[in-house]
């Protein structure tokens, strides 16, 4: 049987948030379970270009899989590819960007569903590229929001960016001058960004708010300052053994006693039950996600059967 490679556009006909948020709850519901494993990311450095490899086993799919990417000055190159776990032959390659926005977006809404108050209307988003995008789309599904503000260091896509996420999501989005407002009186708060500095003074923050963390997973690079993390009441992390690789936002100010690992929960025990993501109205909670191939290997599963189903995709030669 031919193995499928699957485009962007194959990606984008077959798959969209409301799946992506279904397919990602399974995934750490079965990672809690140990039905599912997941091996951190590894990159390799040659002149002007990094790899970036990533594994997992989804023993519940019947499925094994790797994500791959390559990052250059010209930008990122994503493909997913998966293998059936009796044959191991594999099953599709797949261009892997937008279905690694909607993973990402998705874990977001898992963790917003469990940690962020039920009654929350009011969102504060950094960033206004494809994550923000996904970001928000992904929170609009578990909460029913009423308003966002969105900020930019570049103003004016900010608001193309606030134009086009108000029909999008059918919720008034805002562009914002200020990052101390944008992070003051929200109920979530969404960083999506590319900054290696806090974007905000944690001292901001309302009583009860929930951040959803998603933009660095490097060492050097951090959207939070120690003041949101001394606040924070519950910590959660996608994975905490990726998060001591690559969450800059936690590495140095556990280095520092601001914080400690132990403290920390994987989002598998909080769909588990086995902690709480949120006990009392009044907590800070925080979501920090780093990105996990077990989420892209789900993903790309739904996708090839999907493909099968509506005759997408071309037979790759072997």
Same mark, same amino acid.
């Given at each position: 049987?031919?193995?499928?490679?699957?485009?962007?556009?194959?990606?984008?006909?077959? &798959?969209?948030?409301? #799946? *992506?948020?279904?397919? %990602? @709850?399974?995934?750490? #519901?079965?990672?809690?379970?140990?039905?599912?494993?997941?091996?951190?990311?590894? !990159?390799?450095?040659?002149?002007?270009?990094?790899?970036?490899? &990533?594994?997992?086993?989804?023993?519940?799919?019947?499925?094994?899989?790797?994500?791959?990417?390559? =990052? =250059?000055?010209?930008?990122?190159?994503?493909?997913?590819?998966?293998?059936?776990?009796? *044959?191991?032959?594999?099953?599709?390659?797949?261009?892997?960007?937008?279905?690694?926005?909607?993973? %990402?977006?998705?874990?977001?809404?898992?963790?917003?569903?469990?940690?962020?108050?039920?009654?929350?209307?009011?969102?504060?988003?950094?960033?206004?590229?494809?994550?923000?995008?996904?970001?928000?789309?992904?929170?609009?599904?578990?909460?029913?929001?009423?308003?966002?503000?969105?900020?930019?260091?570049? @103003?004016? #896509?900010?608001?193309?960016?606030?134009?086009?996420?108000?029909?999008?999501?059918?919720?008034?989005? *805002?562009? *914002?001058?200020?990052?101390?407002?944008?992070?003051?009186?929200?109920?979530?708060?969404?960083?999506?960004?590319?900054?290696?500095?806090?974007?905000?003074?944690?001292?901001?923050?309302?009583?009860?708010?929930?951040?959803?963390?998603?933009?660095?997973?490097?060492? =050097?690079? !951090?959207?939070?300052?120690?003041? %949101?993390?001394?606040?924070?009441?519950?910590?959660?992390?996608?994975?905490?053994?990726?998060?001591?690789?690559?969450?800059?936002?936690?590495?140095?100010?556990?280095?520092?006693?601001?914080?400690?690992?132990?403290?920390? @929960?994987?989002?598998?025990?909080?769909?588990?039950?086995?902690?709480?993501?949120?006990?009392?109205?009044?907590?800070?909670?925080?979501?920090?996600?780093?990105?996990?191939?077990?989420?892209?290997?789900?993903?790309?599963? #739904?996708?090839?059967?999907?493909?099968?189903?509506?005759?997408?995709?071309?037979?790759?030669?072997?």
């Amino acid at each position: 049987m031919a193995a499928l490679y699957i485009t962007e556009d194959d990606v984008r006909s077959v &798959m969209d948030m409301e #799946k *992506s948020i279904l397919i %990602t @709850h399974k995934v750490f #519901k079965e990672l809690a379970s140990g039905r599912a494993i997941n091996v951190p990311r590894q !990159r390799v450095r040659a002149p002007g270009i990094m790899l970036h490899t &990533m594994s997992a086993a989804n023993e519940y799919l019947n499925y094994v899989g790797w994500k791959a990417y390559t =990052t =250059t000055k010209e930008g990122a190159q994503f493909h997913v590819a998966i293998y059936d776990q009796e *044959s191991g032959e594999m099953r599709a390659l797949i261009e892997g960007d937008f279905l690694g926005q909607l993973r %990402t977006g998705a874990a977001s809404g898992v963790a917003t569903e469990y940690m962020a108050r039920p009654d929350s209307k009011v969102v504060g988003l950094f960033g206004a590229g494809l994550q923000a995008r996904t970001q928000l789309q992904a929170v609009c599904q578990t909460r029913k929001i009423e308003f966002v503000s969105v900020y930019s260091r570049d @103003h004016e #896509k900010c608001t193309r960016f606030a134009a086009e996420m108000t029909e999008l999501c059918d919720v008034e989005v *805002s562009a *914002s001058h200020s990052p101390d407002e944008t992070a003051a009186e929200k109920d979530i708060v969404i960083c999506a960004t590319t900054s290696k500095a806090p974007l905000f003074d944690g001292r901001v923050l309302d009583e009860g708010t929930h951040l959803n963390v998603i933009g660095s997973n490097h060492r =050097t690079r !951090r959207e939070i300052d120690r003041t %949101t993390i001394k606040r924070a009441d519950v910590i959660v992390c996608d994975d905490i053994d990726q998060c001591k690789n690559e969450a800059g936002d936690f590495i140095q100010p556990v280095e520092e006693g601001i914080t400690d690992w132990r403290l920390m @929960h994987n989002l598998s025990e909080i769909v588990a039950e086995r902690q709480t993501g949120r006990a009392t109205d009044d907590q800070v909670t925080l979501f920090k996600s780093v990105g996990l191939a077990v989420e892209d290997v789900a993903m790309a599963v #739904k996708v090839y059967e999907l493909a099968l189903e509506e005759d997408l995709g071309s037979d790759l030669p072997f």
